[in-house]
Nanobody, 124 residues
Framework: QVQLVESGGGLVQAGGSLRLSCAAS????????TAWFRQAPGKEREFVAA????????YYGDSVKGRFTISRDNAKNTVYLQMNSLKPEDTAVYYC?????????????????WGQGTQVTVSS
């Protein structure tokens, strides 16, 4: 079992920045691919970013490329999502998720472990 707890969400003006954290506990965190997804009201869960076990490879959804950066610190069992140049359309609940395989990293259905989510609201 892996337990994931997100933090760092909040209310920010358009153009601002936030950094989300995902703290993991349980099994060896470095054995898991970790990703961020988001879900706005009435919409499907959307892939935001993913990072490989050691952090050497990162992947981003088209809507956040160039603005968001995913990173991880396995010594602290934590994954981060630095969000810059935020837009109102980034408003959503952001979830951290983990699984062992890197393939199909963009598919939420394949992730085994999920956090409870943290709300990000971007005002215009």
């Amino acid at each position: 079992q892996v337990q994931l707890v997100e933090s760092g969400g909040g209310l920010v003006q358009a153009g601002g920045s936030l950094r989300l954290s995902c703290a993991a506990s349980g099994r060896t965190f470095s054995n898991y691919v970790t990703a961020w997804f988001r879900q706005a009201p009435g919409k499907e869960r959307e892939f935001v970013a993913a990072i490989s076990w050691g952090g050497g490879s990162t992947y981003y959804g088209d809507s956040v490329k160039g603005r968001f950066t995913i990173s991880r610190d396995n010594a602290k069992n934590t994954v981060y999502l630095q969000m810059n140049s935020l837009k109102p359309e980034d408003t959503a609940v952001y979830y951290c998720a983990a699984k062992k395989e890197l393939s199909n990293y963009h598919s939420p259905a394949l992730y085994v472990y999920w956090g409870q989510g943290t709300q990000v609201t971007v005002s215009s």
